[in-house]
């Protein structure tokens, strides 16, 4: 496998965070492609680890375990290359 090749392979989150104004939750609950959506309840419990001189945070990666119900998921995120709307960084599970 190349180089560039094997660069592609690994997995990229994209965060998108949008802030509406206040007041227009409604409006946006009431557009079509929302409002013919079936709403479903999910809860998950996350937690973070790092070692007590804080390893992980300082060579920029986060670690943290996720359940949802019975399922366990075990995730290793980098810090994100930049700051706004889209931030971008590596995720393995």
Do not use: C
């Amino acid at each position: 496998m190349t180089p560039q090749r094997a660069k592609s392979l690994v997995p990229i989150e994209v965060e998108l965070k949008f802030h509406l104004p206040p007041g227009s939750r409604a409006a946006l609950e009431a557009s079509p492609v929302l409002a013919a959506a079936k709403p479903r309840q999910h809860h998950q419990v996350t937690t973070y680890f790092d070692t007590p001189d804080h390893l992980l945070y300082r060579t920029g990666l986060t670690l943290q375990v996720r359940r949802s119900g019975n399922t366990y998921t075990q995730t290793v995120k980098s810090r994100a290359n930049q700051r706004g709307v889209a931030a971008r960084r590596n995720e393995w599970e």
